[in-house]
């Protein structure tokens, strides 16, 4: 029965975030701040078209990334990433749209800079991985979990875009 309902809220709350509707988390980490890319980055997500729900700067704690980065916690390079990530502001966004989680994906480029091609923010503006400048979901289900993770539900804003109807159809 308990299955039932966390399943039925599943997808009720899934079904809220796809669509137009589909949220992704993206951060600036602490080298994007310092090296003043947070303007050119949130110009490119603007001018794609879009929606900002949810914006804020700060400083994170390792215990929120080490929950952030649950998945790589066995690799070597997960205590220098952990203490990179908090070394500095953060500025953490929630961004809306169709097909936004894949979409900013590759406005990012490859996890490895060298990888990234001219163009992506990866491919334009770093050079090493342990230096990427920048973090987007990688899934629905990951971009779910790290909203709940940064953002208070409270903090994430419904307003009616201006543009939209001359961004989709
Ligand atoms: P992603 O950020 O493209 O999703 P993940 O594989 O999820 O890439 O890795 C998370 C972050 O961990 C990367 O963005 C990068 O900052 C860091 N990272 C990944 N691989 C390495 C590595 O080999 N050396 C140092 N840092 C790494
Ligand atoms: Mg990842």
Redesign the pocket.
Known sequence: MIALVLSLFAFFFQSGWTGVNERTFIAI?PDGVQRKLVGEIIRRFEKKGFKLVGLKLVKASEDLLKQH?W??RS???FS??VT??SSGPVVAMVWEGLEVVKTA?RM?G???PADSLPGTIRGDFCV?????VI??S?SVESAQREISLWFHQNELLSWEDNSRRWIYE
Not at 128 to 132: F, I, Q
């Open positions: 980490k980065y998945d790589l690799r070597p390079f220098g990433l990179y990530m994906r990012l490859e996890t490895n090493e991985v342990g230096r990427n973090h987007g990688d």
